[in-house]
């Protein structure tokens, strides 16, 4: 005599130390070493890591490893588009919108009636470089809580763009370097700036021209860009011109042909003056294009999911009001995603 | 409220003096009254609330929101005012944002009962820049670094009319200083200046030259007096009001009741405020015991009683001397402080010589007691009117040679704006020996000028070659016995110190020379530094 089996989330997801697997489908969610089958969410090089047999990731995700890693990151590459569901082993993926970069998607997990949704990073407000954040009802929900603290309350992102154009108005005699994480944020910045009338030439920083390149062959219009580089010795041709450039660009001698710059970066870490002050930072922007704590806990609210698991961040915080809203919550304390200071 | 939050929060991260300048500049040109005049009396420390006490800010944070999650917000932001500004929740409905000026005119006018209904509805209207800001208004002290000087300068920009100017009306006038902006912007007169106790705007003098000045100076022309190492004061006594001021016009009466007593006169007198015990004067140490206390009690004026030496007369009586030539200010300051009741103030004497070789020996080999610890001597010339500013020529000061050490790069910080790319802040050290008899670097202070652009790039790619561990924008240099780069170190003066671990602090330490030449093992020890103590 036998009982019908439960099933248990667990039995569909479980934490292992390459990462979130799933034993029936026997794949991971954005391994942290490389294993023979991954769904990877985003480009981001703490999701997305070269050395996996086969990759299944949206078309752009895709393009942005090959960009970064070069042909031949995996040995076969499964695109799978928004929407599209594709079954292996019985278990069905498929990818949404999660509103972080270009391609980020969630992976929504669906087995024997159950529905995980691993949510990968994400946010809910517009971007214009990337499809926005959709929610999907779900039986588990895994979130990340990078800015899983009351305190992270981004504000909207035309203030900070403003607050950018009239710097750059009330210093023309200086070049405004804005470090922004070459993959996502640097683009939303430049698409921002574009949408609010900036329409000079917007210089930046040679890491990023080949993103730049990407996202422009997906539809983005970033408007004209040229590499911010001087002939020897010379300066003066950057005075209020905005540069757009990698958080670590800021400190390096790099910075130096500049006249006077002044040091912007666009990060959610910039909500706390502490964090620019130890950087250095004169004009902080707080642009995030992870999940704020408003969003966090509102898209919790909105899904109300029988059970949340949290990736990596502040864990124990979001736990904590989760135990307050009385949602079942745990941590799984999953190692290798960066709290990435340049987001 | 708005356009102030944005104006604090872009000034507490802005380093460059300048462009604090154009930031606060800016914002009074494109803020209206009565707004931009609170704004100015916020950072010029002339705002206080007494029904504002920030005490129950955190009781009511804590009863709009998760005590646990508040105190983990806490715990990461590290200052309470930042936290709860960030923490507090968004309330739908709120009312309007409040304007700087309704905050300010509420405050004055309500009850400490009711401030507390008040200024939670103000939390609720406002965003997280707003809440900040007002709760930094409410527990004063706006800590963004601007001094009232600053502010007013940023005034004197705004009109295009002299700083001295901006001070010598500041004391006549008040918040929200409608009559000031009307003024500056040309739609009306300066506001008259005439108020008993008014700040009169100091002379400075230039540093000397020797190598180009003496041979175009005739000793004739000029009095000599000692440079004596206190601060610079203005006390005013002019009916019935009482004042003293620093040299910016910083009004200090509260910290020196003792010496406010003793202004037992009609005039304003300009002079050196410092400790002095028996007509004897103390080192700038003990005066710095009684500096920037908002309260003082009766046992520290006791032990540092604090006194003024005197060397120049504005006004005396009803009349205004600072269009006479020095000689004659001196003879009525010689006549003035001899009338005084009272042995808190003396006069500064003058030094006879008659070749400017002369008074190099006397500046070179001063005699025992006061002069000792002067910081050098004041050449003053005869004829000169006392001229608000810095003129070039009436008076010089000769600062005495600074004391030098060698000591070695331990330490050192990234700098802001132009050299944010730059390691410019250098912590240096000394040798001592350890108990087991090692010799070990200890730090023994910090300087970030001194030295040329190009030897800052040198500097930079040795800090950047040499660099053992990080700690956030400063980096650790490699520096032990066999290996470091040794600084020439200039310094006025050295005083001990419990705040430092060596026990000694020095006073305007910079960057003499880099001795890129010297190994570091022959750097001074600790003790060549201690036989140098004031």
């Known amino acids: ?343 | 409220m708005r356009a102030f939050a944005h104006l604090l929060d872009r000034l507490s991260l802005t380093a460059s003096r300048n462009a604090k300048l154009t930031l606060i500049e800016d914002f009074l040109r494109g803020t209206a009254d009565p707004d931009r005049g609170y704004a100015l009396a916020a950072l010029t420390g002339a705002l206080s609330f007494d029904a504002a006490k920030p005490a129950f800010i955190r009781k009511a944070v804590e009863a709009r929101m998760d005590a646990q999650l508040f105190a983990w917000s806490y715990d990461y932001v590290g200052d309470l005012a930042e936290t709860v500004a960030l923490v507090w929740p968004a309330k739908p409905g709120a009312n309007r944002e409040p304007e700087l000026s309704e905050v300010v005119e509420a405050l004055k006018a309500t009850s400490r009962a009711q401030a507390q209904a008040l200024i939670e509805g103000w939390l609720d209207a406002l965003d997280a820049d707003g809440r900040w800001a007002l709760l930094k208004l409410m527990t004063g002290g706006l800590r963004v670094g601007v001094s009232s000087r600053l502010a007013k300068q940023a005034c004197a920009n705004l009109g295009g009319v002299p700083i001295g100017e901006i001070e010598e009306v500041w004391h006549a006038i008040e918040p929200p200083y409608g009559d000031l902006f009307a003024w500056l912007e040309g739609r009306s007169e300066r506001p008259s200046p005439d108020a008993p106790g008014r700040f009169r705007p100091v002379m400075l003098a230039q540093a000397i030259d020797e190598a180009v000045d003496f041979e175009k100076l005739k000793p004739a022309d000029y009095a000599a007096e000692w440079k004596w190492d206190g601060i610079r004061v203005q006390a005013v006594s002019e009916r019935g009001e009482r004042r003293l001021y620093t040299r910016t016009g910083d009004d200090i009466s509260a910290t020196f009741p003792d010496v406010l007593e003793a202004l037992d006169f009609e005039g304003a007198l300009d002079g050196e405020l410092l400790v002095m015990r028996g007509g004897a004067i103390a080192s700038f140490g003990d005066l710095q015991q009684r500096l920037n206390r908002k309260t003082v009690d009766a046992r520290l004026m006791a032990v540092h009683p604090a006194g003024i030496r005197a060397y120049d007369l504005l006004l005396d009586g009803q009349e205004d001397l600072r269009g006479l030539p020095f000689a004659q200010r001196r003879r009525r300051l010689e006549a003035f402080v001899d009338r005084l009741p009272t042995t808190r103030i003396d006069l500064s004497p003058l030094q006879s010589f008659e070749t400017w070789e002369g008074l190099a020996a006397l500046r070179a080999d001063p005699p025992e007691g006061d002069p000792a610890i002067a910081e050098g001597l004041m050449l003053k010339r005869w004829d000169s009117v006392y001229e608000p500013g810095r003129p070039k020529g009436p008076w010089f000061k000769w600062k005495r040679d600074p004391h030098l050490v060698d000591a070695v790069l331990m330490y050192a910080q990234r700098g802001h704006g132009k050299r944010s790319s730059f390691y410019s802040d250098y912590t240096f050290g000394v040798w001592r020996q350890d108990e087991t008899g090692d010799r070990k670097l200890t730090p023994v202070g910090k300087a970030y000028f001194g030295f040329t652009d190009e030897e800052l790039k040198l500097i930079d790619k040795f800090v950047r070659d040499n660099t053992v561990e990080r700690f956030g924008p400063v980096r650790s240099v490699r520096a032990d016995l066999d290996f470091g780069l040794v600084f020439e170190v200039a310094f006025e003066g050295l005083q001990r110190s419990t705040r430092h671990k060596s026990g000694v602090a020095m006073r305007f330490p910079r960057i003499n020379r880099i001795r890129w030449d010297k190994p570091a093992r022959e750097a001074d020890e600790l003790s060549t530094l201690e036989r140098m103590l004031d």
């Open chain 1, 1 to 343: 005599m036998s009982y019908p089996a439960v099933i248990k989330p667990q039995d569909l997801l479980c934490p292992k130390p390459g990462g979130l697997y799933c034993p029936p489908g026997d794949f991971y969610i954005d391994p942290v070493r490389p294993v023979d089958r991954a769904v990877i969410t985003h480009g981001h090089s703490d999701h997305a890591r070269a050395g996996h047999d086969t990759v299944l990731a949206t078309p752009q995700t895709l393009a942005i490893m090959a960009e970064r890693y070069g042909e031949d990151f995996a040995r076969q590459r499964q695109a799978v588009a928004y929407g599209e569901t594709v079954t292996h082993n019985g278990v069905e993926v498929s990818l949404v919108p999660a509103g972080h970069v270009l391609g980020s998607a969630q992976a929504v997990v669906r087995w024997k009636g159950l529905t995980i949704v691993v949510s990968g990073d994400y946010k809910r407000r517009r971007d214009p470089t990337c499809a926005r954040f959709e929610p999907v009802p779900c039986d588990v929900f895994v979130t990340e809580a990078t800015f899983g603290l009351p305190v992270f309350r981004h504000p909207d992102d035309k203030g900070e763009i403003a607050a950018l154009l009239k710097s750059v108005e009330q210093f023309p005699e200086r070049a405004h370097i804005v470090g922004a994480y070459a993959l996502g944020k640097a683009q939303r910045v430049i698409a921002l700036l574009r949408e609010a009338g900036w329409d000079r030439t917007i210089h930046v920083h040679g890491a990023m021209e080949r993103l730049n390149r990407l996202y422009e062959a997906h539809g983005v219009d970033l408007g004209p860009l040229a590499p911010a580089t001087v002939e020897r010795g010379k300066t003066g041709d950057f005075a209020g011109s905005i540069i757009v450039a990698p958080p670590s660009a800021l400190a390096d001698r790099w910075s130096r042909r500049f006249p006077d710059p002044v040091d912007c970066f666009a990060s959610g870490w910039m909500r706390v003056r502490a964090r620019a002050r130890q950087r250095g930072v004169e004009l902080p922007l707080i642009i995030s294009d992870h999940a704020d704590w408003d969003e966090l806990t509102d898209t919790l609210s909105e899904l109300r999911p029988g059970e949340v698991w949290i990736t990596h961040g502040r864990e124990e915080a979001l736990e904590r009001w989760c135990e307050l809203e009385g949602i079942p919550a745990r941590a799984l304390r999953l190692v290798g995603y960066d709290e990435e200071d340049g987001e």
